[in-house]
């Protein structure tokens, strides 16, 4: 709704301007049949149509910065087979490595980000961990269940696998009560 909104202003904004710039112009260049009472210095005329005329350019990109249309909503990976193109959205990628780091023993809560370079997908993930298990096994079998599962399901090589231990889940302490 925000972005909605967002290009709606844009679109009255480089519309107003467009007409106010386009309307100045022609008024300073006689193009329209109106004389103005006032008189301008040659410097400060040339200086205005020339402000107008930058004001006017820009109002037309803004213009069509609001009125077309975004064919990437979502972020994806692309391929190509034979067969044809095949796109993957991040989202899908960072549920898949979600769910494959979320299986490994000991871990709690995840949070995962994706990033495309050329040596492949860069995944980062970010978890709690119950703290019972031991944290080097535990981020070496994360990170090798997220390689393995996003590289199994995508078909797209895992650069890295960067684990970030953010801390450990508060289990519920309970009071004993002595009567």
């Known amino acids: 709704m925000a972005k909605i909104l967002d290009r709606l202003l844009l679109f009255i904004y480089s519309l107003s301007i467009g007409v106010i710039s386009a309307g100045t112009i022609l008024l300073l260049s006689d193009a329209l049949p109106y004389t103005l009472d006032m008189k301008l210095e040659r410097n400060l005329w040339i200086t205005v149509i020339v402000v107008a005329a930058i004001l006017f350019v820009l109002s037309l990109r803004f213009f069509y910065v609001s009125v077309r249309r975004s064919r990437n ?38 949070k995962t980000r994706i990033r495309m370079s050329d040596a492949g997908l860069e995944i980062s993930i970010r978890a709690l961990v119950d703290g019972e298990t031991s944290i080097p096994p535990l981020t070496e079998e994360v990170q090798k269940q997220v390689h393995d599962h996003v590289e199994e399901i995508t078909g797209i ?23």
């Open 157 to 179: 090589p895992v650069a890295y696998v960067s684990v970030y231990i953010a801390n450990l889940v508060q289990s519920p302490t309970m009071k004993s009560r002595v009567e």
């Open 73 to 110: 909503s979502l972020p994806s990976i692309d391929q190509r087979t034979e067969f044809g193109d095949i796109q993957i959205s991040v989202e899908t990628i960072e549920n898949l490595a979600y769910k494959a780091a979320s299986r490994v023993r000991g871990v709690r809560e995840v």
